[in-house]
């Protein structure tokens, strides 16, 4: 049996969420809503204790790291490859899945945070959002993020290393217009794991109001490549419909807000 600790605004969660239904496997969710603290519940953090989303259990075998857990499913249920079978298409899969959990998910927590759920956190009021700060580990998302949350809720776009962040972001995308260059998926002529592992990170920026990144013929490859995405199945049942509507309201309003800051970082016109 298999059973998935997740949330819904969580670009790891969705990640095995999607990897999941492109398997064609049944599983059970437990919600964590990191958002009003269940991560730092002590039976979650006996789970997992990083205290973040997702967490699979697979019989009773507790498994953490969205991409961990994606290879342990990929290598336990061989039904509907997702991995290429050429050694360096894989070799490339990996190259994405690395870059992914080292570079653009600090990147992304930092622009998710900069732009929507600072103001969520901010509407605690001051004793809220000093306990919601608090009770954030020392270790998370990266080695300092506990004092990194406190800056950004804090500060903002002028917390030091938030312009940094959004430009590492934008080279990503940068990227995958390199890769998509003579092929419709990022490492292979197929959809692979590479696609799973990033298509949540492009749907937040969309989700951010902040599709203006590739648009209007900016990135026009990377354009092509996410309606390819969100015409699959897994797209919207995965990714879309799990984000509950108030925290998908927020998220594009307080995004479309922030844009003008993107804008000017990016020194798009």
Not at 236 to 243: I, V
Request: charged share 25%.
């Amino acid at each position: 049996m298999l059973e998935l600790y997740h949330h819904g605004s969580s670009v790891c969660a969705a990640k095995v969420r999607i990897y999941l239904a492109e398997k064609g496997l049944d599983w059970s969710g437990h919600y964590i809503d990191i958002l009003k603290g269940d991560q730092f519940d002590p039976a979650y953090i006996k789970l997992n204790p990083k205290a973040v989303v997702p967490t699979l259990l697979h019989d009773g075998n507790v498994i953490c790291d969205s991409t961990v857990i994606c290879e342990y499913i990929e290598n336990t249920f061989l039904e509907k490859p997702l991995r290429p079978e050429d050694p360096l298409q894989i070799a490339k899969v990996m190259e994405w899945t690395k870059a992914v959990d080292e570079e653009l998910h600090p990147a992304c927590a930092w622009l998710t945070f900069l732009t929507c759920h600072r103001h969520i956190i901010l509407r605690l009021g001051d004793q809220g959002v000093e306990d919601f700060l608090n009770s954030t580990p020392r270790f998370s998302v990266t080695s300092n993020w506990h004092e990194t949350k406190k800056s950004i809720v804090r500060n903002g776009f002028q917390a030091e290393g938030a312009e940094a962040k959004v430009r590492l972001y934008d080279h990503y995308l940068h990227k995958m217009e390199s890769a998509l260059e003579k092929r419709e998926w990022l490492a292979s002529d197929s959809f692979t794991f590479a696609d799973i592992a990033i298509m949540p990170y492009v749907n937040r920026l969309d989700m951010l109001s902040l599709d203006q990144m590739w648009k209007n013929g900016r990135l026009p490859r990377v354009e092509g490549w996410f309606s390819r995405i969100k015409a699959r199945d897994s797209f919207k049942p995965m990714l879309l419909d799990w984000c509950p509507e108030d925290l998908t309201n927020d998220l594009r309003a307080y995004g479309k807000t922030s844009w003008p800051e993107v804008r000017k970082i990016l020194g798009i016109p």
